[in-house]
């Protein structure tokens, strides 16, 4: 396989037009499989339907923007000169796109408007791309790289994509008390495309609202919210530091459960190079192209426990939250969560040679397993 890369990098750099066109090829099949893996952990209880809708949003601009990438480096390795670069994605950790890609593609939406106003139109660069086959009976390279920046302005111009930052939005989830004392009831929910792991990251926090004014309608409090949470979003940080972080910062917002979902890492025995079980069953599944993938999924809870008062100025007192951290073992001090749980989602061959290896790390591992149909089986 024709690649170039840095021998002193976990990065690398897909050269190859084919190369790049059959690992992107592989991510919309991944994509398209997401939402349908979310919706049979809903029909088996472990996210509800509220958090379900909200994970399917970010799951499909997840897409958009595999989908604005491919349209970008189509033609990698094709054009001469300048031409479109070339994809760099970590092959030892995520298998995703580096998070600079990211970077740049947000810098490149900023200009997307301009840009396509100086660009000829999709029916102009068809019609000239028929003229020089049939005219000149050469190939349009030239032409096809403009086709395809094109449709990479155009992806971005809609909008609706998998960002560096998602900032948070809420979803109202009713009322707790009503009366001179109101209580409301968000999912606050918010996601990153993490710099450290480049892994996209998805936030679900519940959260009882005493203030006067209703959160998202809050010129004060929400920005700060916002602010608070973004600020906050790192990997390396433990759900009960950032939950407790937040209890202490905002007296009248309450989080009752927060959870975390890492979208990731992707193995794929033809480009990446992670170590472990999956790398030993992708090689010896040989799987055709297009299910020659895994794709993990960890599902990090924290949960509240019981609220205590705590004195507040003078006279007043404030709820505090007290989470329940995983009693076995000692682990909740850990991984500071209540509970931690990990899925797979792949193919049916890779699933069968898992099956037959049985790894012991896998055992208590979820299995998603997706037929080229969209048929999802679930698995303990």
């Not at 602010?227 to 407790?244: D, E, R």
């Not at 917002?253 to 990446?272: E, F, W």
């Amino acid at each position: 396989m024709p690649e170039t890369s840095d021998l002193t990098s976990d990065h690398l750099d897909l050269a190859d037009t084919r190369v790049t066109r059959r690992y992107f090829a592989k991510w919309r099949a991944i994509t398209g499989h997401l939402a349908r893996v979310a919706g049979q952990m809903e029909a088996e209880g472990s996210l509800g339907r509220d958090e379900v809708a909200v994970i399917a949003r970010y799951v499909v601009s997840l897409g958009f923007t595999f989908r604005a990438l491919a349209n970008k480096y189509h033609m990698s390795g094709r054009v001469e000169g300048a031409g479109p670069g070339q994809l760099t994605f970590d092959r030892e950790e995520s298998g995703f796109p580096i998070h600079a890609e990211l970077l740049q593609m947000s810098a490149d939406a900023a200009q997307a408007i301009k840009h396509l106003k100086n660009m000829p139109s999709v029916a102009r660069l068809k019609d000239e791309m028929i003229e020089e086959i049939v005219g000149k009976l050469t190939i349009p390279t030239r032409l096809q790289y403009a086709m395809s920046q094109r449709l990479y302005y155009e992806e971005l111009a809609k909008g609706d994509l998998f960002w560096p930052q998602m900032d948070p939005d809420t979803v109202w989830l009713g009322n707790v008390a009503e009366g001179r004392d109101p209580r409301r009831k968000y999912l606050v929910h918010w996601a990153v495309y993490d710099s450290g792991q480049n892994l996209p990251t998805i936030y679900l926090m519940e959260v009882e609202d005493t203030g006067r004014t209703a959160l998202p309608k809050d010129e004060t409090r929400w920005p700060q919210v916002q602010s608070h949470l973004m600020a906050q979003s790192m990997g390396g940080l433990k759900l009960v530091t950032i939950a407790s972080g937040f209890d202490r910062d905002f007296d009248d917002l309450h989080p009752k459960r927060l959870r975390r979902i890492h979208v990731g890492p992707m193995y794929s025995h033809a480009y990446t190079r992670q170590v472990g079980p999956l790398r030993d069953v992708l090689a010896e599944a040989r799987a055709p192209e297009g299910e020659d993938w895994a794709l993990a999924w960890t599902l990090e809870e924290l949960e509240s426990e019981r609220v205590e008062r705590e004195k507040s100025g003078w006279f007043g007192t404030v709820e505090r939250e007290i989470f329940a951290l995983d009693p076995f073992s000692g682990r909740g001090a850990d991984t500071g969560a209540t509970r931690m749980s990990r899925a797979v989602i792949l193919p049916q061959r890779p699933f069968q040679v898992l099956a037959e290896k049985n790894p012991p790390g896998f055992r208590d591992v979820r299995k998603f397993v997706v037929s080229p149909g969209g048929q999802v089986l679930s698995y303990s």
